[in-house]
């Protein structure tokens, strides 16, 4: 079976740090590019970054970069996002989900997790 397990969420006060997982089993981990998003209350599904199959490389969107650092670890077929200087804005469940490429589309990403929770207090 294809499973993306995230965790690692919790409650943190604004500028403080977590760091999340996500461990795959059920299918050749490093094939795939593996993409981290989010979704608030009443709002959709973003995507926050993304780390390519190919050659490592990572994307983030532009209201995370620079705080943000997503990484693959091979041997454990896990990713992290680490997070750091967080903000209320960045509450969210966070899922993580895999696909050919970090190019594809949100609906070409599958295998969703269940998400974990992302709590920023101010």
């Known amino acids: 079976e294809v499973q993306l397990v995230e965790s690692g969420g919790g409650l943190v006060q604004a500028g403080g740090s977590l760091r999340l997982s996500c461990a795959g089993s059920g299918f050749t981990f490093d094939d795939y590019a593996i993409g981290w998003f989010r979704q608030a209350p009443g709002k959709e599904r973003d995507g926050v970054s993304c780390?390519?199959?190919?050659?490592?490389?990572?994307r983030y969107a532009d209201s995370v970069k620079g705080r943000f650092t997503m990484a693959r670890d091979t041997a454990k077929n896990t990713v992290y996002l680490q997070m750091h200087s967080l903000k209320p804005e960045d509450t969210a469940v966070y899922y993580c989900?895999?696909?050919?490429?970090?190019?594809?589309?949100?609906?070409?990403?599958?295998?969703w997790g269940q998400g974990t929770q992302v709590t920023v207090s101010s």
């Open positions: 780390i390519s199959s190919t050659d490592g490389s990572t």
């Open positions: 989900a895999h696909s050919w490429g970090c190019d594809a589309a949100l609906d070409e990403f599958g295998s």
